[in-house]
């Protein structure tokens, strides 16, 4: 079968054979922003046309792709929710050259009654087996994170947190940008950020000292990046393991942003266990080996 991640901005397939490993892979840039007008099917098949070709016919999408601005709204499948309830909530899309089902995505509330929702995430945590087999948290970091609950083999809730769209706001957007120079994501400055965010005065007040530091000549313009991501991480990851203090959590990601997240997490209190992005190719093969594709 073929698994697509298809997110707003960047373009994942995977063909795994039958033995669920990993046989082929494509990256693109050509998401779901990047497909002009609405030509998902031709971008489809240009990108895993060779595999089509082999003999593929089994396709599954999760991800944006199946959102109001994709290709076909896949309404959300509230929690818990597993493979074989994801499987039986696919969606069906016409393709000439293969058979094209869409993951629903998930939705849910967080511990006050406010609602969530998520578009291919879902996929990824279920690719970890650690997580399928025993429960547990996972941490997806990126422009909403997403720190996702599991159980019994299902998702039982989960929460977002915009840590890196606020974070290229405030650098590219707000006075706190005009202070800041490229420099090192991690190392020193990141771990004080990472303290700041224990301090008492909240994150609007932390923010400011971003600022504050680099005029008084404390914090140097080429080091207030990684302070201000330490300090936005730092809140984040704090706020997510205060019912779970001391939890192992599983990062599923790029490898520089979750070696980040690991630091602050271990900084928390907290263990981490680093996953690569390949984690949705095995999570979509077990959905569609759940699937009903007659």
Not at 73 to 95: Q, R, T
Request: include cysteine.
């Amino acid at each position: 079968m073929i698994g697509v991640d298809w997110g707003t901005t960047s373009f994942r397939a995977f063909r795994v054979g039958r033995d669920g490993n990993i046989r082929d892979r494509r990256a693109s840039p050509r998401g779901i922003m990047n497909v002009p007008d609405g030509r998902f099917g031709d971008t489809l098949r240009d990108e895993i046309g060779p595999w089509l070709a082999l003999g593929e016919d089994k396709v599954l999408l999760s991800g944006m792709i199946g959102s109001r601005q994709g290709w076909k709204e896949a309404p959300y499948l509230p929690c818990p929710a597993g493979p074989a309830e994801l499987a039986a909530a696919l969606v069906d899309i016409g393709f000439d050259w293969a058979k094209v089902k869409l993951v629903p995505g998930l939705c849910g509330t967080d511990e006050s009654g406010v609602a969530e929702v998520m578009r291919g995430e879902e996929a990824q945590v279920i690719g970890v087996p650690a997580l399928l087999r025993d429960g547990g948290i996972a941490c997806l970091p990126g422009t909403h994170s997403k720190w996702v609950r599991m159980e019994g083999g299902r998702i039982t809730g989960f929460t977002t947190h915009m840590t890196g769209e606020i974070f290229a706001a405030l650098r590219g957007h707000t006075i706190l940008g005009r202070m800041m120079r490229d420099g090192p994501a991690g190392g020193a400055p990141f771990d004080s950020g990472i303290a700041r965010s224990a301090e008492p005065g909240g994150l609007l007040h932390h923010l400011f000292g971003v600022r504050a530091l680099t005029l008084a000549d404390r914090l140097p313009e080429t080091e207030s990046p990684a302070y201000l991501s330490g300090i936005l991480i730092g809140h984040e990851v704090r706020a997510a393991l205060a019912r779970s203090p001391g939890a192992v959590v599983q990062l599923i990601g790029a490898p520089d942003l979750t070696a980040l997240y690991a630091r602050a997490i271990a900084v928390c209190g907290g263990y981490a266990e680093r996953h690569d992005g390949e984690a949705a190719a095995r999570g979509l093969a077990l959905i569609a080996g759940h699937a009903d594709w007659t």
